[in-house]
């Protein structure tokens, strides 16, 4: 075959992402190629008895943008996806076998990927080291830093970064090391999509779950599988949803948990909405939050720092409200945890659950120079070319509102203002100093 010849092969791990490649085709974001293969990864920790997303209700729907479907898990069987990468010198042999595996034969490869900082995605760009890279956001982590620093040859092959632009006005700060440029997915093509994926059977019956008048949406995401908080913590935040949504008025409440989590989770809500007097509907289908959207029109979408409030927020203009957020921005560690960047966002941009909503305090002043000024906190080396932005938005901006989104170590130990006090800057980039303090680490383990 001729390397004229285009396929282009699509990794997706979550219907989310595959909804939003699905808008991307159907807006013209991608050329015409000749041949488009998406590649469903599972990431679950037990993939063999996990449903992957080609099991969930509306993937039939979306499949049919692409010619073919095929399964990463299957290929690489026994190993697991989000930890198997390929030995430096096996590339040209595993690059040879998928050519022969999927038909590629001599056509030139265009890989679009989530998440290309760790495998599958890293990976698979590793297998076809002469392939454009395109990456697509899943969420809101775009908005955030880099998480590790990428082998140029992989990040200089990145074309643009891909995204729902769910903050108007706030440029992505993933891959800008590499002068990347972002690029929205038109929201009328996704809100097409999600339409579509609402009207499908599959579903569960409307009569099941539709309540009688407007209700409050909350959302669950199964933070403590990510060890962000205990399972007695989360389901202290489901109560707490709860009851902030009936505090509001609202006594018919739908609750979407997330896929993975156990029943169990939201027992205590339903107890707690017994208690209050309100009808509670745990809704355990595996279905995206949009759907819901588009079928329920709520009043109210509640949650802790889901992609979910801000897509309701800003496609759907559904009044949002988050509560926890405060409590886990202070404990999220380490710094540069890449959940970060979608909890201060959320936390800036979402008015509190407990608050009256008109009580909130608005967006901040400078939006887009405080997650520069996070970003670079969390990733000072990958992002080294925004210290100035860095430090002038902490030296303006920097008080009681904003100062929980920081740590005065974390500002220390990169000579930000909010740190140490001014006179004494110098100390944490002074090489004598930080010898000396290494060594009475080391004088008080001996002793201790």
């Known amino acids: 075959m001729s390397g004229d010849r285009v396929t282009q092969v699509f990794l997706a791990s979550t219907l989310y992402g595959t909804a939003t490649l699905a808008a991307a085709l159907d807006a013209g974001s991608f050329p015409a190629a000749a041949r488009r293969i998406l590649l469903t990864s599972n990431h679950s920790l037990t993939p063999e008895v996990t449903p992957g997303i080609d099991a969930m209700p509306g993937f039939e729907a979306l499949r049919t943008r692409f010619d073919e479907v095929r399964d990463w898990n299957a290929f690489l069987a026994p190993q697991h996806p989000s930890t198997w990468a390929p030995r430096p010198d096996d590339v040209p042999l595993w690059e040879r076998q998928l050519r022969s595996l999927w038909g590629l034969g001599g056509d030139r490869i265009e890989l679009v990927v989530e998440s290309l900082q760790v495998p599958p995605a890293q990976s698979l760009c590793r297998l076809f080291p002469g392939a454009a890279v395109d990456v697509y956001a899943d969420g809101l982590m775009s908005y955030g830093p880099t998480r590790f620093r990428l082998d140029p040859q992989i990040g200089m092959r990145v074309r643009r970064v891909l995204h729902l632009d769910l903050v108007p006005g706030l440029e992505p700060l993933l891959l800008t090391e590499f002068g990347v440029p972002a690029e929205p997915v038109p929201a009328p093509a996704f809100l097409k999509v999600m339409a579509e994926l609402a009207g499908l059977a599959g579903l569960p019956d409307e009569s099941d779950y539709v309540p009688p008048e407007p209700c409050a ?232």
């Open 217 to 448: 949406l909350l959302l669950g995401q199964y933070l403590s599988a990510l060890d962000l908080m205990s399972p007695a913590q989360e389901e202290e935040l489901h109560v707490a949803m709860v009851r902030g949504a009936w505090e509001r008025g609202h006594r018919e409440l739908v609750f979407k948990p997330h896929p993975s989590a156990p029943a169990a989770y939201s027992r205590r809500a339903e107890e707690e909405a017994e208690r209050l007097g309100a009808r509670l509907t745990v809704l355990d289908a595996p279905v995206l939050a949009e759907t819901l959207y588009e079928r329920l029109r709520p009043a109210l979408v509640a949650g802790c720092f889901s992609t979910g409030l801000l897509t309701a927020r800003a496609l759907y203009g559904i009044p949002v409200a988050r509560t926890g957020t405060g409590p886990l921005l202070a404990r999220l560690a380490p710094y540069q945890n890449s959940n970060r960047i979608p909890l201060t966002l959320v936390d800036a941009l979402v008015p509190d659950l407990a608050a009256e909503p008109a009580d909130g305090p608005g967006a901040p002043e400078d939006l887009p120079g405080l997650v520069t000024a996070v970003g670079f906190a969390m990733q000072p080396r990958i992002l080294a070319d925004r210290r100035e932005r860095a430090e002038a938005h902490l030296a303006r901006h920097l008080d009681g509102r904003t100062r929980h989104y920081f740590n005065r170590r974390r500002l220390t130990t990169l000579g930000l203002p909010g740190g140490i006090p001014a006179r004494l800057s110098f100390l944490p980039r002074s090489p004598a100093v930080r010898r000396a303090v290494h060594r009475l680490r080391r004088g008080l383990r001996r002793v201790s």
